[in-house]
């Protein structure tokens, strides 16, 4: 199983950016996909959830009303739409994949290797 994270990069506060996860292999319909984020010195962070089969998203507090996360079955890739972008979204974003229904980094056996996203003031 490999998770292709892409598209972050430069934006500024206020705009908008796009990152896609394109997984290989078989994603189950029981699969978990997700998005974590982490700065240097800080603990990962969750960032949302989409259970493959449902649709069903999960968001935390931070992001809720801002990003959206959606999956498109067909390409086997996962969107994460981040809007409203502040300068306190700037992390490295990672892509996740796991069973469970969960925010916690422990529960999601596979990640990606992380796309870098900087929010300018």
């Given amino acids: 199983v490999q998770l292709q994270a892409s598209g ?5 506060a206020g705009g908008s950016l ?15 996909l997700g998005w974590f984020r982490q700065t240097p010195g800080k603990e990962r962070e ?8 449902s649709d069903r998203t999960l968001y935390p507090d931070s992001v809720k009303g801002r990003f959206t996360i959606s999956r498109d079955k067909a390409k086997n890739t996962v969107y994460l739409q981040m809007n409203s972008l502040k300068p306190e979204d700037t992390a490295v974003y990672y892509c996740v994949r796991g069973q469970q229904y969960s925010s916690r980094p422990e529960d999601y ?3 990606g290797q992380g796309t870098l996203v900087t929010v300018s003031s």
């Fill in 8 to 12: 972050g990069g430069l934006v500024q």
């Fill in 18 to 32: 796009r990152l896609s996860c394109a997984a290989s292999g078989r994603i189950f319909s029981s699969s978990v």
């Fill in 46 to 53: 969750f960032v949302g959830a989409i259970r493959w089969s």
């Fill in 109 to 111: 056996v596979y990640w």
